[in-house]
């Protein structure tokens, strides 16, 4: 189990004192700039892999955060709007 960093204690505070539009915002913020940092780690995790398995596994995984980044994306600009 990993330890939280002081950034992500801060960021948990709030998202813990946020409500309504501000926590919606707060959380599609930050699943959008979490799923792109995954992504570039599944990418370069990609490029020094040595088994088969674990580069398909990625290949189909990296899609399906990149549709779940988009959609982030989609509504956060729906909330700013």
């Known amino acids: 189990m990993q330890r939280e960093t002081g950034r992500e ?7 813990t ?3 309504g539009a501000d926590f919606d915002r707060l959380f599609l913020q ?3 700039t979490d799923h ?3 992504i570039r780690e599944l990418q ?6 040595s088994d088969n398995e674990r ?3 990625i290949d189909k995984v990296i899609p399906i955060l990149e549709q779940h980044q988009e ?10 709007a």
């Open 9 to 15: 204690k801060q960021l948990e505070q709030r998202l």
């Open 17 to 19: 004192s946020a409500s």
């Open 30 to 32: 930050q699943t959008s």
């Open 36 to 38: 792109e940092s995954l």
């Open 44 to 49: 370069k995790d990609r490029e020094d892999a």
């Open 55 to 57: 580069e398909a596994l």
């Open 71 to 80: 959609l982030a994306q989609i509504l956060l600009k729906r909330k700013q």
